[in-house]
């Protein structure tokens, strides 16, 4: 049997009817045009004092600006997963979710619906179990601590072909449990790709932890990672160093360059054997550890200035991996700008929509030596500044809005980089040319020929 118009809308209001989140529909002039009952208490009032009446008239509280219905067919852009905070016509304190999306009927758009997740029950038990926590410990609630790895290959952003190698590359890697070795600049993401290696590896039940080599002093970076012995000097106790505790999972060093040369080879002894001695100790432990390390200059450069022992580069890298910088994918800014947008969305409770084609140029247009990071703190201070629903010149650092767009242009065009780099390949394929293998133009231009190789491979020369 075959249903006229009217049956198809009865049954499909039905459907809308039933279903647990709240659902507002409202046609391009604002008039709501289907209101269900979680809606409906959920705002604190009844179906019919909303139903045909104007969005506004009914919410006095809202305007064009706060309301998403409105801004959804204003923009014509979607905004997802939004978080909303709010009291309703009754006085209650009412926190939900919500995605709302324009409605087109061929190209033209005709309303707008909003679907919200009411999670005010769930905040308000977990606020009382927080109470009581504090209430049974008779202390204040503290922050919650955690361990491990959370991020995942899915939380890197990216679009363009240069990243999705790295990723790809990443993923190969997951698999095994070869030592990695990245490089990548200062805010490239190197911990989020090194993390998302963990959670897609056989080891990511078991613990993965990170350290800085750079931020201790090498006789505590010692301890650190080897544990102590009780007695082995004033004050010491047995306690596990690092490796101990990564046992059967990843260990991370980030900034390996920056250890001694002398500790160095008691890391290659501990990485070719396996077995670890505690400070101060004599019993031996055997460890089963994923090392995974990082540097944010390249470590044939490292090698070159004696700051990596060329031993300890060969046996950590296995898997090599190079994060581009981001003035180096610049397509990938657009994504980055509304994944950071969202974000801060989320935790500044606001409803930004995107930014000016000025800004966007901008940021193109920069260098960014801090690369992601720097890029995420310019969004961060952005929606600090906006009150509005877009991001505008007046809303970004001022150290962005002074670089004229023309000086922008010819540092891209002309960097000293750029230069630096058609030097290089000069003086390679000059001394390529007078000399009859690889070995002499190394000797000729004084570097390694580990370095000219990489030189070589890096810029494409036969």
């Known amino acids: 049997m075959q249903l006229n118009n009217s049956e198809t809308k009865q049954m499909l209001e039905d459907i809308l009817a039933s279903i647990d989140e709240a659902i507002h ?33 009914v919410f006095p509280s809202l305007n064009r600006q706060s309301s998403t219905l409105l801004k959804v067919i204003e923009n014509d852009k979607p905004i997802y997963q939004q ?16 995605t709302t999306l324009p409605i087109r009927v061929g190209n033209k758009i005709v309303g707008a619906v ?4 009411d999670l005010t029950t769930v905040k308000r038990l977990s ?9 049974v410990n008779n202390q204040k609630a503290k922050p919650v601590s955690i361990s491990g790895a959370k991020y995942n290959f899915d939380d890197i952003i990216s679009a363009c072909p240069e990243m999705e190698h790295v990723k790809n590359l990443a993923r190969r890697a997951a698999h095994t449990s070869s030592p990695v070795m990245i490089y990548g600049e200062t805010g490239t993401g190197k911990e989020l790709l090194i993390q998302s290696i963990h959670n897609s590896s056989p080891r990511q039940k078991n613990h993965f932890i990170a350290q800085n080599c750079a931020s201790l002093p090498a006789s505590l970076l010692e301890s650190t990672l080897f544990g102590t012995k009780k007695g082995s000097f004033t004050g010491s106790v047995d306690r596990a160093g690092l490796f ?12 390996i360059n920056s250890m001694s040369l002398d500790f160095q080879m008691k890391l ?24 995974i390390v990082a540097m944010n200059e390249h470590p044939l450069s490292c090698i070159e200035r004696q700051q990596l022992r060329t031993d300890l580069y060969y046996r950590l890298n296995v898997i090599f991996i190079e994060i581009p910088p981001l003035r180096k994918r610049k397509k990938d800014i657009t994504s980055l700008v509304e994944n950071f947008i969202k974000k801060y969305n989320y935790l500044f409770n606001k409803l930004v929509l995107g930014v000016e084609k000025d800004v966007l140029r901008k ?23 906006t009150d509005g629903d877009t991001i505008t010149m007046e809303h970004i650092p001022t150290y962005l809005k002074e670089i004229p767009e023309k000086l922008n242009e010819q540092v891209i065009l002309d960097s000293l980089r750029v230069t630096l780099e058609k030097t290089e390949i000069d003086m390679i ?18 570097i390694p020929r580990q370095t000219l190789q990489y030189k070589m491979k890096k810029y494409k020369l036969n």
């Open 25 to 57: 529909v409202i046609n391009v002039n604002g008039m709501t045009i289907f209101y269900n009952q979680v809606a409906a208490s959920n705002d604190g009032v009844k179906i019919n004092d909303v139903l045909g009446r104007h969005l506004l008239d």
């Open 83 to 98: 978080s909303q905070t709010y009291k309703n016509n009754k006085g209650q304190l009412i926190d939900t979710v919500n």
């Open 114 to 117: 909003e679907i919200a997740k």
């Open 127 to 135: 606020q009382s179990l927080l109470e009581l926590q504090g209430k």
């Open 244 to 255: 101990e505790l990564a046992h059967k999972g990843t260990l991370f060093l980030d900034e």
């Open 268 to 291: 290659l002894r501990v990485l070719e054997d396996g077995v670890i001695r505690r400070v101060g100790g004599t019993d031996s432990y055997l460890v089963d550890v994923r090392m």
């Open 363 to 385: 940021l193109k247009s920069h260098e960014w030596p801090g690369n992601v990071r720097e890029l995420e703190h310019t969004i961060e201070y952005a929606m600090n500044m």
């Open 429 to 446: 394929k000059m001394a390529l040319k007078k000399s009859n293998n690889i070995l002499q133009a190394a000797k000729l231009l004084d």
